[in-house]
């Protein structure tokens, strides 16, 4: 089961960390992501970053923004939000799997997704 946290209002340019805790099994071996979702779209690739370290993957709306990083030790993923905008407004999906890199942005190639964590950026 895969538990998020960390969302709430912020105002526009400001910060939120998002975490992600899995708590059961253990996230080494997969591909974890964050996607979002507002009402009445598809849920949207956020950020992934794959079992073995190495180069995170970012939509081209958050590059450079958003930083997502793991903890192995502590089942954890995280999203680091910076320069907040209200386009940025959703609810924030962690997830795993192990998606080959040409699909890493599909919502598809993911097994579970945790219960969601809102955020709001305020203008």
């Known amino acids: 089961q895969l538990v998020e946290s960390g969302g709430g209002l912020v105002q526009t340019g400001g910060s939120l960390r998002l975490s992600c805790v899995a708590s059961e099994g253990t996230f080494s071996d997969y591909t974890l992501a964050w996607f979002r979702q507002t009402p009445g779209k598809e849920r949207e690739f956020v950020a992934a970053r794959r079992w073995g370290g190495g180069y995170p993957y970012y939509a081209d709306s958050v590059k450079g923004r958003f930083t997502i990083s793991r903890d192995n030790a502590k089942n954890t993923v995280y999203l680091q939000m910076d320069s907040l905008k209200p386009s940025d407004t959703a609810v924030y999906y962690c997830?795993?799997?192990?998606?080959?890199?040409?699909?890493?942005?599909?919502?598809?190639?993911?097994?579970?997704w945790g219960q969601g964590t809102q955020v709001t950026v305020s203008s």
């Open positions: 997830t795993y799997g192990r998606p080959i890199v040409s699909s890493i942005r599909a919502s598809s190639s993911y097994y579970s």
